[in-house]
């Protein structure tokens, strides 16, 4: 999958959704660990958009648990044609469970996003460059969700993601919650990637996030292209 330019990508437990994304989405987000039979669905998909596969553990918003078969899952899903790329999360491959995802993404030609979530807060502006380069060095896109309490932790947000662009690393980044959530409009003007949004904005996976077709129609009337 090509990041150089922005992917929008629907958030969806059910493969099934996959035609109603097609009007407005670049991708799919499939979103393993909150789906039912999740390897069987990715096996019988036969959609016409290519596929992120995300198997998120409980300690960084999942249901997943944290054990080998959630990571098996993943090895498995990278070697189906249809994913197109992969999330793995950052504290996964600092400690090391994760190496062999990526290594099984590597082989199959299935691109890596690397990803941090904080619930609880946005960092320092320093704090988050750095985890975004770390992630950039372990995959080909940095992914960074924060929590937002204000404009200012967007501010600083998107002054990171500028700071990342503009030193040519593939980022994606937003701010969760009702403060953030213009974020996943606007961040894409300041070099962000990758934006989600669930078809049915009842099927949300993150906080405050637009529906897709409000997201795809902000998106594009921001861009002004």
Known sequence: MDF????LTAATTDLSAEPAARDHADAVEFRMDLASDA???LAAYDGDLPLVATNRPTWEGGEAPDDDARLAALRTAVEHDAVAAVDVELAALEAGDATGVVEAARDHGTAVIVSTHDFEATPHRDSMRETLADAGQRGDVAKLAVTAEGPGDVLDLLAATWEASTADETVATMAMGEAGRHSRAVAPLYGSRIGYA???P???TAPGQYDLATLAGLVDSLDGE
């Not at 150089?4 to 992917?7: D, G, L």
């Open 4 to 7: 150089s330019s922005f992917v």
């Open 39 to 41: 390897l069987d669905a």
């Open 198 to 200: 669930p078809v049915d």
């Open 202 to 204: 009842a099927d949300a």
